[in-house]
């Protein structure tokens, strides 16, 4: 697959500043005098900081990429920045709650004796599961209980057409028994807040998952995860909803590159 990587000159970038708040995902930050990309993980190569560098020092590259490595963008890119660059690496990681990357990245300075510039108090926080982690991520299939029908008949309102849990795309497992051979609903983030009726006109019968494709981070690994439903689940037919806006578009994109990657195909 294709991505856009933000680059910069530093011989032209005089620190100004301008183009983080041009940022929002915060994949850049002033070190040392110079913009630095602290996380290509981050970097959406929409180009937004471009028009705000008053210099012309920043770039996007499209080029071929490869799933994300966080072994590999220490090795090429945070460790020569220096301390500096990779504690604001790391700072950047746990900020995102992306505690596998993080992982990755502290095993990685220790494999190569390069002291972690974090203090010892922020590393063990680092490498602590948040309260909230696995219980609210258990796999749950509710086919099996009938929850959705016993909420309509205990309170007689619209029942919930919801199948399993977790729902949202980084969390859930491609291989989860409610995908097998399912109708799934790939729906934007925002979609069951703006239709009354999303239960009964999208969800019913279908298995689901949810994403953004402006705010979510490691699209690629959607890609993957689509790619693994496909193939190794045997869905059978994938609807999506999106809103009526740009960013939106980005959804029937992923879906499109996992259909280009798998080996059978779905409706």
């Known amino acids: 697959m294709k991505r856009q990587i933000v680059t910069i000159d530093e011989e032209k970038c005089n620190g100004c500043g301008e183009c983080i708040p041009g940022c929002p995902e ?33 770039t996007v590259l499209e080029r071929e990429a490869e799933p994300y490595d966080e072994r590999r963008v220490m090795a090429e890119n945070i460790v020569k920045g220096g301390p500096n660059v990779i504690a604001a690496h790391l700072e950047h990681l746990r900020g995102h709650g992306e505690e596998g990357y993080l992982q990755e990245a502290l095993s990685y300075l220790s494999e190569q004796g390069i002291k972690n510039p974090l203090d010892e108090q922020a590393t063990k926080q680092n490498s602590e599961p948040h309260a909230c982690g696995c219980a609210g991520s258990a796999m749950q299939d509710f086919r099996k209980n009938g929850i959705a029908a016993q909420q309509g008949e205990s309170t007689g309102v619209i029942p919930s057409e919801l199948t399993q849990w977790p729902i949202q795309l980084h969390l859930v497992t491609p291989l989860a028994p409610y995908y097998q051979g399912s109708d799934l609903l790939l729906a934007a983030d925002c979609t069951a807040f703006a239709v009354g009726g999303f239960h009964p006109d999208f969800m019913k019968g279908k298995s689901i998952a949810i994403a953004c494709p402006k705010l979510d981070t490691g699209i690629e690994r959607y890609v993957e995860k689509l790619k693994a439903m496909i193939d190794l689940a045997n869905v059978n037919t994938i609807t999506v909803v999106i809103m009526e806006v740009p960013c939106c578009g980005g959804l029937m994109a992923i879906v499109q590159q996992a259909l280009d990657k798998a080996s059978r195909k779905c409706r």
């Open 26 to 58: 915060g994949a850049l930050q002033i070190i040392d005098g110079k913009a630095r990309l602290v996380s290509d993980l981050f970097c959406d190569g929409l180009g937004a900081c471009i028009g705000t560098c008053p210099q012309g020092a920043i």
